[in-house]
């Protein structure tokens, strides 16, 4: 697990100062994230994508559970009322849990990708004035190292907090 450390820069040079000192540190690039206003030039620094943008992955959980409890509903009242020569009962209710999960967290991720990422609400003002939001995911042990780092390199950046628990991919 890793944990997510959120710093708003106030320019592009600062921020390409910032990402040059996580990669001495050993941070991977695929886990220094940018975000900025859409007419910003990022050019030299690692833009955040739709996964940390948006609430596809959160969007695609949700579906995932409650499609695949629909399912499991769907299929029990079907195998109940309406059994299917030659199958027991339970893999009626079992194809309509996989079904329903599969179809749920398909329809909701495309309804995320489209939805801002609920966590960034609290930078939205910053990064329309013209600031650059990084999210940088840190190992567990290593968070408060590299939180550190930033601090006494980048005066100039403003800690903005800490997200617990991000999976290590992507």
Known sequence: MRKR????LPNRASAQKTMNDLLIAQI???HIHFVARSDADLEGLHEANILQTSDL?????TGLIYGGITGVVAGTLVSYFSPIAGLSFGAV???GFIGGALLGAWAASMIGSSVPNSQLEPFRKAVDEGQLLLMVDVPNHRWEEIEALLKRSHPEAQARGLEPNIPAFP
Do not use: T
């Not at 450390?5 to 708003?8: A, I, T």
């Not at 992955?57 to 959980?61: D, F, K, P, R, Y």
């Open 57 to 61: 992955v959160h969007g695609a959980g």
């Open 5 to 8: 450390l959120y710093f708003l």
């Open 28 to 30: 991977d690039i695929g």
């Open 93 to 95: 209710p079992l194809a």
